[in-house]
């Protein structure tokens, strides 16, 4: 419930600042405290904020190098499911 709720927080943040380094940071350390949250051991939770932080990268990445709002809303709504998981 976490996760979407930041991920929609970080789409207005990339389009105010355009920096999806830091939008990648911001969502792998929210994974990674989320994760801690709910008691999963270290090790595990900075496993899987380090792929969010993979995943993520890509994704804020592409959303800040489409040139068409159709295509940025295209990557945007495809994208959202992956950080579902």
Not at 56 to 67: C, E, K, P, V
């Amino acid at each position: 419930m976490l996760m979407p709720i930041a991920l929609a927080a970080l789409l207005r943040l990339i389009l105010v600042t355009e920096n999806w380094l830091m939008c990648a940071g911001i969502y792998a350390l929210a994974r990674a405290m989320g994760g801690l949250l709910f008691s999963q051991e270290l090790g595990e939770s900075a496993l899987w904020a380090g792929a969010a932080f993979v995943v993520s990268a890509l994704y804020f990445w592409l959303l800040t190098h489409m040139s068409t709002p159709t295509r940025w809303w295209s990557v945007a709504i495809l994208g959202f499911p992956l950080f579902l998981l």
